[in-house]
Nanobody, 120 residues
């Protein structure tokens, strides 16, 4: 079993910053890709940012230039630094990890989600 635990969400004013963290634990052999997705009420889940084990990154168009994803491979942890936050960034943010467990089986797991609210 591989578990993901997110932290760092909360309420912030427009223009403010937040940093999300997601730690993976359990029977991990390797994690190929980690990422952040978000889902606002009435919307589908969308990619925010993803990063490979080689630190190649991909961002959703709406967050480019404002958000930065990074990871610590030794800690199986991914971070999302969110700057210049806007009300439209309000959503539940989900962590995702794609990799292999110690039985060499593929896993594609999600965290429980953390709420980010941008409001004055």
């Amino acid at each position: 079993q591989v578990h993901l635990v997110e932290s760092g969400g909360g309420l912030v004013q427009p223009g403010g910053s937040l940093r999300l963290s997601c730690a993976a634990s359990g029977s991990i052999f390797m994690i190929n890709r980690m990422g952040w997705y978000r889902q606002a009420p009435g919307n589908t889940r969308e990619l925010v940012a993803s990063i490979t084990s080689g630190h190649s990154v991909n961002y959703g168009d709406s967050v480019k230039g404002r958000f930065t994803i990074s990871r610590d491979n030794a800690k199986n942890t991914v971070y999302l630094q969110m700057n210049s936050l806007k009300p439209e960034d309000t959503a539940v943010y989900y962590c995702n990890a794609l990799g292999y467990d110690t039985s060499r089986k593929v896993f594609d797991n999600w965290g429980q989600g953390t709420q980010v609210t941008v409001s004055s």
